[in-house]
């Protein structure tokens, strides 16, 4: 069965510092998607970043990165120059090739001004 | 992208009571879901809404106690029946298109059971 797991609960970052929060998954197939979800006080759930497991280049979105190690089965998320709107509730995500998704316990970030 | 409402935002129920949560999506999405997260924790699938058909239950989570419909490509509803302090809870839905890869969220609806 597929699992994810994000191994810190808890994150702080500086203002302006750079943080990346750690995600790990098993899986057996060969080609599926990895996601990264922004879930701010207000609860709504947001797409920060997204990795298709076929590509070898890293997925960027502005300050975000990721750092996708396909034999590893890792997807960290970096957040370069942190802000304070990046406070948040971290979800990393498997999407298997059937089209089920997968979720880990996510990681709470603190941005400290 | 597409935008996902969900109503009520919140609400406060009595033990042995139901309510039903509605969601709407701003666009036509060929899949969608419903999760529920307790405070600070995961998401957990509770289903998926099968348009014009049966949702497909997680293990754990049965149709008696969870009906779900979904009459067409934009709209569903969960229902939480004879409720329990149990299912307090943030109940989330979540639609996915045939050409995105990718699963956008409604706000939640907060579900408390007193």
């Known amino acids: 069965a597929q699992t994810v797991t994000q191994s810190q609960p808890e994150m702080s970052v500086q203002e302006a510092e750079t943080v990346t929060l750690s995600c790990t998954y098993d899986t057996s197939e060969s080609d599926y998607y990895l996601f990264w979800y922004k879930q701010p006080p207000s609860r709504q759930m947001i797409l920060v970043i997204r990795q298709e497991a076929y590509k070898q280049q890293n997925a960027t979105e502005n300050r975000f990165s990721v750092n996708f190690q396909k034999a590893a089965k890792s997807f960290s998320l970096k957040i370069s120059d942190s802000q304070l709107g990046d406070a948040a509730m971290y979800f990393c995500?498997?999407?298997?090739?059937?089209?089920?998704?997968?979720f880990g316990t996510g990681t709470s970030l603190t941005v400290i001004p | 992208s597409a935008v996902i409402s969900q109503k009520p935002s919140r609400d406060i129920c009595q033990r042995g009571t139901s309510l039903t949560i509605q969601c709407q999506v701003d666009?036509?999405?060929?899949?969608m879901f419903w999760y529920r997260q307790q405070p600070g924790q995961s998401l957990t699938l509770i289903a998926t809404a099968n348009q014009g058909s049966e949702a497909t239950y997680e293990s754990g989570f049965v149709i008696d106690k969870f009906p779900i419909s979904r009459p067409n490509l934009t709209f569903s509803t969960l229902t939480v029946s004879n409720m329990s302090p149990e299912d307090s809870s943030i109940y989330l839905c979540s639609g996915k298109g045939g050409w995105e890869e990718t699963q956008y969220f409604g706000p939640g609806t907060r579900l408390l059971v007193l």
């Open positions: 666009s036509q999405v060929t899949m």
């Open positions: 995500a498997y999407r298997s090739p059937g089209n089920q998704f997968y």
